[in-house]
């Protein structure tokens, strides 16, 4: 009798078994890893060393400025102590304002530093301006006049550019002698308020104002309010004040020299030739022809203040920040000399 095999009892043949991988060497995965990290290291390193050396820069720079502007070291100095005998010289560009080249605060100090220097000669106030505020331009005459009495033998003379024109020509008359180009403006002897009003349009619009003060005055020229008569005479009485402050200074500063006419100060100007007829100025000169024939001193050293790096980033993020509002209102009433 044979034996029935039953074929699902019959063994299935085992898979050929696949080749083994080789096993990871545990120290080689261990050494990449540090040496990612290594290097991962080093290179923040780098960077860190790199911006650490350009913070040092950067602040052993500001440091430099920041004691140049305390000890005022500049190029005056110097020049002064080598030259000599010299003729000392000013500039003066752009607006009569609290802040630039034509502010108080920065031609006082240059004259004050040109006068006392032993070595100058005569002090030179090159000027090219159309004018600016009344009390800048006041202040600065009041130091000429201060220095001109406590320096006797140093005599004071302005060179103007293009333009010479109201309170501009307020600082030149107390000058000694003002020298100008024939085709430069002179002039503009005179006082101006000026603004806008805008009460029509708002009619018109159909916008109503409304304006509350504590005092009855208060909204004195608001531009959206309209003009009394009051308010007007107020202000006419005020310019002409000034105008007077302006005139006087003006005769003062010229003398015998000026050839008054109903036109002088009316706020017209005139060219630097018809200037010297009238008496506004005395000749034709510039700096450098100033200095050789006048001064005889033909070395020029320039005393002017220089307004310095820590100066300008301070202004740029400090006062300038919350002035922009303020003094666009202020300006549309104060009277100034254009």
Not at 126 to 154: C, F, T, W
Request: aromatic residues 8%; contains cysteine.
């Amino acid at each position: 009798m044979s034996d029935n095999i039953d074929p699902s009892s019959t063994p299935t043949p085992a898979p050929n078994p696949q080749p083994a991988k080789p096993a990871v060497n545990a120290s080689n995965w261990e050494r990449e890893v540090l040496e990612k990290l290594v290097f991962a290291t080093l290179k923040e390193q780098k960077a860190a060393r790199r911006w650490g050396i350009f913070f040092k820069a950067l602040t052993l720079l500001v440091i430099v400025f920041a004691l140049s502007a305390y000890f005022d070291f500049s190029w005056t100095g110097s020049d002064s102590e080598t030259l000599g005998r010299h003729t000392a010289l000013i500039e003066v560009e752009g607006a009569i304002e609290s802040e630039g080249s034509g502010s108080a605060a920065v031609v006082i100090p240059a004259l004050n530093k040109a006068f006392s220097d032993s070595g100058s000669v005569a002090v030179v106030l090159h000027i090219n301006s159309p004018g600016g505020s009344p009390v800048q331009a006041g202040m600065i005459v009041d130091e000429m006049v201060r220095l001109r009495k406590g320096y006797p033998g140093k005599p004071l003379y302005v060179v103007v550019d293009e333009i010479c024109a109201s309170g501009c020509y307020y600082i030149a008359a107390g000058a000694d002698r003002i020298y100008v180009n024939k085709a430069s403006i002179i002039g503009s002897i005179g006082v101006l308020m000026d603004g806008f009003g805008f009460t029509g349009a708002m009619e018109k619009l159909g916008v109503e104002r409304r304006l509350l003060t504590a005092g009855e005055n208060k909204g004195f020229m608001d531009p959206f309010s309209p003009l009394t008569e009051k308010h007007k005479q107020h202000a006419q009485a005020m310019l002409g004040e000034i105008h007077e402050q302006f005139i006087q200074v003006v005769r003062n500063g010229r003398g015998k020299r000026l050839k008054e006419t109903p036109e002088m100060f009316s706020g017209l100007f005139w060219t630097g030739a018809r200037s010297i007829d009238m008496g506004l100025a005395d000749a034709y000169g510039t700096v450098d022809t100033v200095a050789r024939d006048v001064v005889k001193a033909e070395d020029i050293v320039d005393y002017t203040q220089h307004e310095g790096l820590p100066e300008r980033v301070l202004k740029k993020f400090g006062a300038a920040m919350g002035a922009g509002a303020m003094k666009s209102a202020v300006d549309t009433v104060r009277p100034s000399l254009h």
